[in-house]
Each structure stands twice: as C-alpha cells, then as structure tokens.
C-alpha cells in the first residue's frame, strides 16, 4: 500500500544522499587519479569492473540504510553478483551506481560519476549525480529545481531537432539482439541533428540535458541505476523524460527519449519511427 511522504522526510531523503555521496567522492577520485590497471571483465569482455565500484555501493548502501532502516537498495554491483534484479515495491527504494562510466573512470576520461535515485511509491523522487574528477554535484528532489553545485539549472529551449545537440551511445551496438536498431537511430538522428555526441555515461549525460549542454539524449536496454538519478534531476530541470513510444517513462525498463522540449520529443519519436522502418541499409 502506498504511503504519502511528508517534504519534511523528502528533504531529509535529499539531504542524506547529497551528504553520502559527497562522502564517497574522495574514494572515487583516488582511484581515478591512480589510473586503474587491474579491473576485471563481468558478464562481456566491454563490461568492465574495479574494486572502487564494489567499495562506493558498500560505502552509499550501508550509510543509506543505516540512516533509513525502513529503506530496500537495487545496487548494479549487488545484482550482479546475486545475478538477481529486485522488484520495484511502493517502498522507498535507493537505486544505485557506484560508478556509471566505468570504462571512463580506468581511462582518466572525466565523464565517470557516482549516481544515486531515490523512488517512494513507484516514483522517482530524489537524484544525486556526482562527478568528482570534474568536481560536478547534480542534485534534485521533487519539485525544487535541480542544481549544479548548489546553482540552479534549466533545459535549453530548443524544440527543433537541426537546432539539436544529442547524445547517443554509440557502445551499444556491442550487443548483436540490439546492433541493427541503434544503427539505424543512430543514422536518422546524428544526420537530422547540428551535432552529435557520445559521453560513456548515462547519468552524466542527461545531467547535461538538464544544463542546456545538450538537447537530446535516446536510449534503450539499460538499467534503472544507469538513469534513476539523472531522471530527477533533467525533470526538475524542466526537461522531458518519456518511454519512446512517447508513453511513460518505467526507471525499471528505462527506453527513453529524453529532451529539453515537448516538441523536440515529439519529433525526435517520430524520427525514430521513420529509422525503425528502415528495411535496409548501405554504408557509402
Ligand atoms: C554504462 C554507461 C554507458 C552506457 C553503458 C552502461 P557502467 O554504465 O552508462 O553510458 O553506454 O551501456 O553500462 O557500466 O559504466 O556503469
Ligand atoms: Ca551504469
Ligand atoms: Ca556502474
């Protein structure tokens, strides 16, 4: 049964993570700086892995849950090693990733960040981006407007897709199941839009859809803590966030299209549209 949360529990939720998080980034910018060399590969050989990852999730978990007893935790590194993904409950539940930019954060890329969503009743209420190579703190918590290092930020208002910097993760055609579609967006979109660009981690990158850095960010088959923190804080940035079908947007199945604009959305689903009818394709 859903249960209302007063703002007084909702601020506290915010003011905890922002604090834990914070905490955390001293440990990920020593292994940053450090360069790492002994990761290891999980379930593929571009699915990478290091200790930092598994010491941050143990560091914001029991922190989160010594404050919030009552409060249930999905962790990538937790679910990858029980090879489970928990239920969403009404219950407040902290979605967490240590590290979302793995690949970046081994190779001193400055676009790695501790992400950290809060949903209660099924809804995301709280985000917590934090990228301390860059010394970037997104945060956001329901109806107060998200923050870059405690200065408020806004979407741009561009709602014309070749007026449009997007975002698209060009790694995703790794994967076989999913290879055909993403060239296919990838065509459609990057060849409608003023630019195009591939950060290498999706919490960061809807960060920057919520700064006005960038317009557009489309993405499918990732996982909730890969988006439950950044989703807050584009929201409460005025920014759209909407399954691609244009219905809404579930942080557990999280296909998304994420814009500035209502009307760039719109746009950017029909592009899509058009790109998953294509039946064939030629590279010239
Ligand atoms: C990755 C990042 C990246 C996306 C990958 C994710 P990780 O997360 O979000 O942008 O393209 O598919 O797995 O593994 O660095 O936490
Ligand atoms: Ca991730
Ligand atoms: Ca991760």
Redesign the pocket.
Known sequence: MSKTVSEAQLKSYYEVAVDLVKKCGPLMLEGYQKGQTDFKVKADFYDL?TVY?KQIEDKLTKGLLSAFPESLIIG??ESAATKRLPELTDAPTWII??????TNFIRRIPHCCI?VGLAINKELVVGVVYNPPADELFTAWKGHGAFLNGQPINVSKVSKINQAVIAYEISLIHAPSVRDKNIKRIYKLASNATGTRCFGSAALTLCYVATGQVDVYHIEDLKP??LAGGAVILREAGGVVCHTNGGEFDIMKPNCVCTSTKELSKEVISLIDEANQIMEYTFK
């Open positions: 892995v990852d990538e590194e990733d240590p590290i979302d930019g793995t992400s803590w890969d």
